[in-house]
């Protein structure tokens, strides 16, 4: 993550992706998980709504409803992103990029790792 354009750093933070049944076979879609996390007092939020195609293996998926406001100014702004990732089936793994948009001028992109679990 580099917000300032200036120093990247790494920012960890942990989160449950939904997937339940969708309408066409072998896929599964995202019942808009939440996503929150705290960077310098300043906290994000937002939900995660997309899909993963079981046949391909491919998962995309937006940040719906994300917002970012400082601890001490609850004034909320809005956040727009998205995350897109792989699922390796010998080892139930789903990996990816990630990327948002809370500052006009510095967007932060990252990666991600999950473990499928029953």
């Known amino acids: 993550m580099d917000p300032t354009g200036f120093m990247p750093f790494e920012v960890m ?3 449950v992706i939904g997937l339940e049944p969708a309408s066409r076979p072998s896929a599964r879609v ?3 998980s939440p996503i929150a996390f705290d960077l310098w007092g300043v906290v994000y939020t937002g939900e995660l709504a997309g899909e993963l195609d079981c046949a391909t293996g491919v998962l995309r998926a937006d940040i719906v409803n ?5 601890a001490l ?6 956040i727009t992103g998205q995350l897109e990732g792989r699922m390796d089936p010998a080892t139930s ?3 990816g990029s990630w990327s948002f948009n809370a500052f006009e001028t510095f967007p932060c992109e990252g990666e991600w790792q999950a473990t499928l679990q029953p």
Request: aromatic fraction near 4%; proline fraction near 15%.
């Open 66 to 70: 994300g917002s970012y406001a400082q």
């Open 13 to 15: 933070t942990q989160a």
């Open 30 to 32: 995202i019942p808009n």
């Open 73 to 78: 100014i609850p004034v909320l702004a809005p």
């Open 93 to 95: 793994r789903l990996a």
